[in-house]
């Protein structure tokens, strides 16, 4: 399964962004999709994450009621919609794919990240 993600960039406090993450290959393997994030000098941690059949959508505390997950299945991409940034929210953001059910899900494949600047 190979990901790609685009839609990075430099927005400034209060703006907006849409990334997306295209997934190509073996994508029957996977069931869950999201994104993480990781700061210079901090721990890459999750912030949304998708179950691709269903629909059911998990975030992270600190992006909860800013950002939006949602998926278009027919192009195999996952978006990620983030409204109100914050100069907190600057990070590389990848996009990730595996299998799993209930509260999470284990991570097989990772696309090689899109860059998110708030300043």
């Known amino acids: 399964v190979q990901l790609v993600e685009s839609g990075g960039g430099l927005v400034q406090p209060g703006g907006s962004l849409r990334l997306s993450c295209a997934a190509s290959?073996?994508?029957?393997?996977?069931?869950?999709m999201g994104w993480f994030r990781q700061a210079p000098g901090k721990e890459r941690e999750g912030v949304a994450h998708?179950?691709?059949?269903?629909?059911?959508?998990a975030y992270a505390d600190s992006v909860k009621g800013r950002f939006t997950i949602s998926q278009d299945n027919a192009k195999n991409t996952v978006y990620l919609q983030m409204n109100s940034l914050k100069p907190e929210d600057t990070a590389m953001y990848y996009c990730a794919a595996g299998r799993g059910s209930g509260g999470g899900y284990a991570i097989d494949y990772w696309g090689r990240g899109t860059q998110v600047t708030v300043s």
């Open positions: 290959g073996a994508t029957y393997k996977t069931n869950a």
């Open positions: 998708i179950y691709t059949a269903g629909g059911a959508t």
